[in-house]
């Protein structure tokens, strides 16, 4: 959609780069051209010896760039002469060093120059998907190429592909044991040198959601405080994570296909690694929108992936338990051995909606530090991501959410919720939506299905989300945090400014309160208005998932319930604990919230 601005920059520069090196390429000796889809530029490699000559033809051939910007613009909001100005200016000045700069960018790793500058947003995106990678079912080596093997897009196969997990083709079953990567070479293939990929410094926190690519030397997360827990493998650690070029199964006879298959949704969330964009205001929230990198990060649920180069470098990087557990002739070279993750990236348009505590109620807590509050914020993601379909009129599929953290200035930190195109480069969904006409045109959509409470018309009202509101395949992985009430308190949060904890929690808080109360003995009443379930050693105050039950900081309602029943004489100064378990907690874990009290 040439609408878009960075959609038609891409192109404008595809077609310069088009002209120019038609022009200048054939001067230099042994010049490959090659024959990528994304351009015919020549490899990365080469770079270095057409760029003068790039640049020079760039920087004196104005009319021939203002005549092809002309064509490119027309009936679009971009065919003024200002715009004309600054597209071509930017090419004509601007443009080779941007590509020398992505050439010189360890992160991206394709060898043709037209795909690594797709990769990195400045060219488009053609072909789908581009950055799929593969599982090597059979060694490439004295046999005809291609092996057999299976294909999944990058960020899926970080997932699908790592070490452990099961793939089924063609009735069997394929263990992958872990990375390595092949290319044609005559007949057959050959080994392509560090199959491990491009290398990352990463700084990651499983309470908050941040990531960083640094190192930042520190025991604890500089958002939310919290350090690494290794008994439990969460909190903040720092570690390397890689960008596999291919992956390799045990490469032996694969097991017979029975009919079922154990899969288990190990997958890194989406995450952004603090995109620089501006912000503005829209309703009670802050909103940022444009191009920015995507990860998705498979830790291994906190251990991370042990892989040790083979010393016949054509098996690659293997799993040392893995291979041992399925009997891999392999030997490895365990003394090499590396602790990592596996990651992808594509640069997309994202969408960042954020709370601005400054029009938020008082006793809100607005940042994501429990299940609970987690629970909250995925389920307003996933509720925008369906709103969002429905207002591009696309599948909800080419659209990913996520949540990440923003740290104030003021102190503190805030959750935000993010939205992003699915596509590398961005479709411009997210950039759409990221304007006045389109953020109005999915709060007002949002809206509507919150007032329907996400049910089709005579649908059964769920208690927490089913498949008729905020559940589907692609989001199995939250599937235990996902709660539609929670989705619809943060839009109104976020939207209004208010948050009526009793709105929709009324009669769903009260039948878990007797459930609650029946199975355990203890006795109910309402003390301030508010749920309380005790006896004559301890009480629970039931809250809403998202007040804020720090004694400085909740709201009036809260604290009243809390001085009476310390008047009562519960509380720790008393010696009879008085906790305060969400709705959330006391529908999915009540075990959980009963042997918190001791």
């Not at 976020?494 to 904890?501: K, P, S």
């Not at 309602?557 to 906790?579: I, S």
Request: charged residues 25%; contains cysteine; proline residues 5%.
């Amino acid at each position: 959609d040439l609408k878009s601005e960075p959609v038609l920059r891409r192109a404008f520069l595809a077609e310069a780069l088009r002209q120019a090196f038609a022009a200048t390429a054939p001067e230099v000796f042994g010049f490959d051209e090659g024959s990528n889809v994304h351009g015919r530029f020549g490899r990365v490699a080469d770079w270095d010896a057409v760029s003068t000559r790039i640049a020079r033809w760039l920087s004196t051939h104005e009319a021939e760039l203002r005549q092809a910007f002309a064509v490119l613009a027309v009936a679009t909001p971009h065919d003024s002469q200002a715009d004309a100005d600054r597209m071509v200016q930017w090419v004509m000045t601007d443009a080779v060093g941007a590509i020398s700069g992505v050439v010189r960018d360890p992160q991206f790793s394709a060898e043709d120059l037209s795909e690594r500058l797709a990769e990195a947003g400045l060219l488009p995106m053609l072909g789908f998907p581009t950055q799929q990678r593969l599982l090597y079912l059979e060694p490439p080596w004295n046999r005809r190429w291609p092996p057999s093997s299976v294909d999944r897009d990058a960020a899926l196969a970080v997932v699908s592909f790592a070490p452990g997990s099961e793939i089924v083709k063609d009735k069997g079953v394929y263990t992958a044991v872990g990375v390595a990567a092949y290319q044609r070479a005559g007949a057959s293939g050959r080994v392509v040198s560090d199959p491990l990929g491009t290398e990352l410094e990463v700084s990651a926190c499983s309470a908050c959601g941040g990531l960083w690519l640094e190192h930042k030397g520190l025991q604890q997360c500089e958002t939310c405080g919290t350090p690494w827990d290794a008994d439990r493998r969460t909190g903040y650690l720092e570690f390397a994570a890689v960008m596999p070029r291919g992956y390799r199964a045990t490469f032996s006879r694969p097991a017979d296909f029975r009919g079922w298959l154990e899969w288990n949704p190990r997958s890194g969330r989406a995450r952004l690694a603090r995109p620089e964009l501006d912000a503005r205001p829209a309703a009670n929230a802050m909103i940022r929108s444009g191009p920015a990198q995507v990860y998705q990060l498979n830790d291994n649920g906190g251990r991370l992936y042990t892989l040790a180069p083979a010393a016949d470098e054509r098996h690659g990087w293997l799993d040392p338990d893995e291979a041992e557990q399925h009997s891999v002739d392999v030997q490895l070279q365990e003394d090499s051995a590396r602790s990592l993750a596996l990651a992808a990236r594509k640069t997309t348009d994202v969408l960042l909606i954020s709370p601005d505590p400054e029009r938020c109620p008082p006793g809100v807590a607005l940042h994501a530090d429990t299940p609970a509050r987690r629970g909250a914020w995925y389920s307003f993601a996933f509720l925008l991501r369906s709103a969002a379909s429905r207002v591009l009129d696309v599948d909800a599929g080419e659209i990913d959410v996520g949540v990440t953290p923003e740290r104030l200035r003021a102190g503190g930190w805030v959750s935000q919720v993010f939205l992003s195109d699915y596509l590398e480069n961005g479709a411009g969904y997210s950039t759409y939506l990221g304007t006045e006409e389109g953020f109005a045109a999915l709060l007002a959509e949002a809206r509507r299905a919150a007032a329907e409470a996400l049910h089709r018309p005579g649908g059964e009202v769920c208690d927490s989300a089913c498949y008729d509101c905020l559940k589907d395949y692609r989001n199995m992985a939250f599937h235990g945090l996902l709660d539609w009430r929670l989705g619809c308190d943060v839009l109104d949060l976020l939207v209004d400014g208010t948050l009526e904890t009793g709105r929709r929690w009324q009669e769903l808080g009260s039948a878990a309160a007797r459930a609650f109360s029946g199975a355990f003995g203890l006795c109910e009443q309402s003390v301030c208005g508010r749920h309380v379930l005790l006896d004559d050693d301890a009480a629970l105050l039931l809250v809403h998932p998202l007040e804020d039950v720090r004694e400085a900081a909740m709201g009036d309602e809260l604290a009243e319930a809390v001085v009476e029943l310390r008047d009562r004489g519960y509380g720790d100064q008393h010696g009879k604990p008085l906790t305060m378990p969400t709705y959330f907690d006391l529908l999915r874990r009540p075990g959980w919230v009963w042997t918190s009290l001791w």
